[in-house]
């Protein structure tokens, strides 16, 4: 058995092949991002936040555009998302987010940053 697979076996295993590369491919590329929107989704941030769209709170990708040209956006975000605040978006308060260490709070800040649309 150390033949090349032929036929409709070959078919299979390409199929299997391209269905991984599909699959794996976005979050393989982005280690630290996907770590990060998972560190996200467990601090609950992302039950007032999405990504790409306006839900309680800003969508990140409008924090990220709006903050582009400002270089002390990072620690003044960390202290928001630790502190909670308003009056930025719109008149409804982020609540405080005991949950999160100062330093979940800067990567969480520093993600933020970084994201872009296509
Ligand atoms: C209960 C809802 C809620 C939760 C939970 C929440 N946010 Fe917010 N967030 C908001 C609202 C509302 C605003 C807009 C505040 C304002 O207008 O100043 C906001 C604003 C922000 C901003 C932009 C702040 C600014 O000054 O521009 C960032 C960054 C942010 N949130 C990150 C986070 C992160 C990270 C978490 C999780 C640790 C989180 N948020 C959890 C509701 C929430």
Known sequence: M???PQGP???????????????????GAMPLAH???ELAKAKH??????????????????????????PLAKD???Q???KGGSGIWGMVPMPAN???SPEESQALAAWVLQLKGH
């Open 76 to 78: 003044r975000l960390a």
């Open 45 to 70: 941030c992302l039950s007032c936040h999405a990504l790409d769209k306006k839900v309680v709170g800003p969508s990140y990708l409008d924090v990220a555009a709006k903050y582009s040209k400002d």
């Open 98 to 100: 005991p949950q999160v």
């Open 35 to 37: 770590a990060q929107m």
């Open 9 to 27: 076996q070959r078919k299979a295993l390409r199929w299997v092949f391209s269905a991984l590369a599909l699959g794996l491919g976005a979050p």
């Open 2 to 4: 150390n033949k090349a």
């Open 80 to 82: 928001k998302i630790l």
